[in-house]
């Protein structure tokens, strides 16, 4: 049979995910919840319910406590990724191109690495006071590492050839920045920035928690939960405080991910 006589099939269609997947999404929640509340009893000591939970939330949202802490800590969270942001970016940038600078911030980088955030509110209280501006020097040291070592691994990994072939060319260094560099260590910066902002959200707490309650400012959520501790034990509203931490470190992270989308249309 000749060539022109070979049946040609059908290109295969490739089916969509139905909507109704969708519905999925919120049956792990549901769960958790069902399971919650058949675990729990009510009236027990210093055991939050589901119950308690909704109702220390519609005292939260009415009286604005909720509202206001989570304006403040996500204040502070995003002052706090965008320093980690923009020093962990040059400083990768410059340890993955640069092999002097990387000789001498890498041994660096690795021993600090691995001192836990909390380790450094004596140090936040010392230079900067209770507050806000040592919860964002926390939070920014937190989200720093991930960000850095990312883009490290992105820049040292950059196809020499295409290198080379800008030299070739004459290419200036601007263009060669702004044409071959930045866009090829866009993957390990989106990674590096989705993990420093979940560090930096789940330092928040620790970081509120640790440098206290200004009399002069306004409480983020882990200085409204040690208020919850302390004043009125009850540990309903407290879970309050970590779900909407949850959600709003679920959206944010959402946010990163279609940055991606914008940033890498190759990989759509």
């Known amino acids: 049979m000749s060539a022109a006589a070979e049946p040609v099939s059908a290109p295969r269609r490739v089916r969509a995910p139905g909507r109704w997947r969708i519905l999925l999404y919120p049956v792990a929640p549901l769960l958790a919840l069902l399971l919650w509340h058949q675990g729990t009893t009510e009236g027990a000591p210093n055991v939050p319910t589901p119950g308690g939970v909704l109702e220390s939330a519609q005292l939260l949202m009415t009286d604005g406590q909720l509202f206001d802490g989570v304006r403040i800590s996500l204040i502070r969270v995003l002052t706090g ?3 980690a942001l923009l020093l962990g970016t040059t400083v990768g940038l410059l340890m993955g191109r640069i092999r002097v600078i990387r000789q001498v911030v890498d041994p660096l980088v690795e021993m600090v690495r691995p001192i836990a955030p ?18 964002v020097a926390i939070i920014a040291y937190s989200a720093f590492f991930p960000i850095v070592l990312n883009v490290f691994s992105a820049g040292r990994d950059i196809d020499a050839s295409l290198m080379n072939a ?41 970081a509120e928690l640790s440098v206290g309650i200004d009399a002069s400012a306004n409480p983020g959520i882990g200085q409204l939960m040690l208020i919850f501790y302390q004043y009125e034990v009850n540990p309903n509203p407290i879970v309050v405080c970590m779900i909407a931490v949850g959600v709003l470190g679920l959206a944010l992270d959402f946010i990163l991910r279609q940055v991606s989308v914008f940033a890498m249309p190759w990989q759509r």
């Open 166 to 206: 800008a030299r070739t060319f004459g290419v200036s260094r601007a263009t060669v920045l702004t044409q071959v560099i930045l866009p090829a260590i866009i993957p390990g910066l989106i990674v590096g920035a989705r993990l420093g902002m979940g560090l930096a959200w789940a330092s928040v707490i620790a």
């Open 118 to 135: 909390i380790a450094l509110v004596p140090l936040a209280i010392l230079w900067f006071g209770t507050g806000g501006i040592s919860a």
């Open 81 to 83: 990724f965008a320093v």
